[in-house]
């Protein structure tokens, strides 16, 4: 069974750092991997998604690499600012024959962005 | 396009009364997944639709829960009797379709539901 994790559960930092958060899954046989942000009492919004043959995807400060192989995936953000503030959950798709489009999520990073 | 649209928002009902939530996705997508949202067990993947074809419902926690797509712009999630455990938000997705090499899924507001 798949299990995704995020590392760390939380994280506070001051506006302007470059941060990274991880994500890490136990079956390497993923089809593809998807960042999201969540907003306090919203819904999901799709960030970034990096298919299993990519290394990397980069949308404006948000850059996302992948090691299937090793079974992790980064979120890197730059000059970070107080809008960044969410929770960000990675989620991986195994996109077997059998068990279609399953998305399986991690538990989430709690960003806070002070300024 | 407005995007994935879900009603109600906000449901408060007492415990064995029967609850619909509904969802209209993007038009244009093939595909819609339901989602619930707890603390104690983070997103899970209650069923999807391809097609408005049930695929996979096996994420759905007992017959209490069903869900139907009676066409390609409408979808409900119906729970029957309700109980205090159900409480949650539950959450609809649509995507292009399964059949797409890449494709990312597109998520409502949610509802947040609570069962007293």
């Known amino acids: 069974k798949q299990e995704v994790t995020q590392i760390p559960a939380a994280l506070s930092v001051p506006e302007g750092e470059n941060l990274v958060l991880n994500c890490s899954f136990t079956d390497s046989a993923i089809y593809n991997l998807q960042w999201f942000r969540q907003d306090p009492g919203k819904g999901l919004t799709s960030l970034l998604l990096?298919?299993?043959?990519?290394r990397e995807q980069t949308s404006g400060r948000l850059n996302a690499s992948l090691d299937k192989s090793s079974g992790r995936s980064t979120l890197y953000i730059a000059a970070s600012q107080p809008g960044d503030s969410a929770t960000y959950l990675c989620a991986v798709d195994p996109r077997k024959e059998t068990s279609g489009s399953r998305l399986t999520f991690g538990e989430g990073t709690q960003l806070t962005v002070n300024p | 396009d407005a995007g994935v649209i879900q009603s109600p928002r906000h449901e408060v009902t007492e415990m064995g009364q029967e609850v619909t939530l509904r969802c209209k996705p993007i038009s244009g997508h093939n595909s819609l997944f339901w989602y619930r949202q707890t603390m104690m067990r983070g997103l899970e993947l209650l069923i999807y639709f391809n097609n408005n074809v049930p695929i996979d419902d096996s994420g759905m926690p007992e017959d209490r829960f069903s869900a139907k797509m009676p066409n390609a712009s409408f979808s409900t999630l119906k729970i029957q009797p309700s109980e205090p455990r159900d409480s949650a938000v539950y959450f609809c997705?649509?995507?292009?379709?399964?059949?797409?090499?890449?494709?990312?899924?597109?998520f409502g507001p949610g509802t947040r539901l609570t069962v007293t």
């Open positions: 990096i298919q299993s043959s990519q």
């Open positions: 997705a649509s995507s292009p379709g399964l059949a797409l090499p890449s494709y990312e899924q597109y």
